[in-house]
């Protein structure tokens, strides 16, 4: 059972929490994203003093590395880092894409997860899962278009969420695409934490850097 703190600032809404193995025994979130560095260190008190536990308790910082913006990151991964080197002990990243398809467990298990997060104009940074989580096609920046995914949408249904989909909703009228608002949440990042700790799936803290994406195509693979 390890204790692990975990730390999301990469988009609007920032969570804070903290998990004993499978459980999540507190969490805090703050909606103002230019808020995301005062809150981030006045949660971590919070939590680990109503759980009754101190920093020297900890056993890994998770932190999700993006994509996502700029200044979240950076705030996310040195606050991570920080507390890595103080505590001497093991960093796991998260990308943001796989956090966000980790909420969409309800879904059939034939229809593909493909979240989005909203970059700038049609642009996006997306990826596309099987139910299992497995990445079909890893974390990309696009630029949308109507046909962006027909390649993939020719064989099955296909599910589009996160901040960045209404846009893609507005252009893109293919029957097989579905529409959601589901978001994912602190669960879903004591689960993905936990499964890399115990594979010991850990990054190495002196090179740790936030995924910030690369430069937008309007090209892709199609399936």
């Not at 890595?84 to 894409?97: D, M, R």
Request: charged share 20%; proline share 4%.
């Amino acid at each position: 059972m390890a204790k692990i703190l975990h730390i999301h600032t990469a988009l609007e809404t920032a969570i804070i929490c903290l998990s004993d193995g499978d459980a999540l025994l507190g969490q805090r979130t703050n909606p103002n994203q230019r808020d995301h560095a005062s809150f981030l260190h006045v949660s971590i008190r919070e939590l680990l003093k109503e759980a009754g536990m101190k920093m020297t308790d900890l056993e890994a910082v998770q932190v999700v590395e993006g994509p996502g913006s700029y200044t979240g990151l950076r705030v996310g991964m040195a606050a991570a880092k920080g507390l890595c080197y103080a505590g001497s002990i093991p960093l796991i990243t998260c990308n943001t894409l796989v956090w966000m398809a980790a909420g969409a467990t309800e879904y059939p298990a034939e229809m593909l997860r493909c979240p989005m997060i909203d970059a700038r104009r049609m642009e996006v940074f997306t990826a596309i899962f099987d139910a299992y989580g497995q990445a079909i096609m890893p974390s990309s920046p696009m630029i949308l278009t109507a046909d962006s995914f027909n390649g993939w949408l020719e064989d099955r249904q296909m599910l589009f969420f996160g901040n960045g989909s209404q846009k893609f909703k507005e252009i893109c009228t293919h029957p097989n695409a579905r529409y959601s608002a589901l978001t994912a949440g602190g669960v879903e990042l004591v689960r993905l934490g936990m499964a890399s700790f115990a594979r010991q799936d850990f990054a190495e803290t002196a090179y740790a850097e936030p995924f910030y994406g690369k430069a937008f195509y309007t090209t892709m693979m199609q399936g």
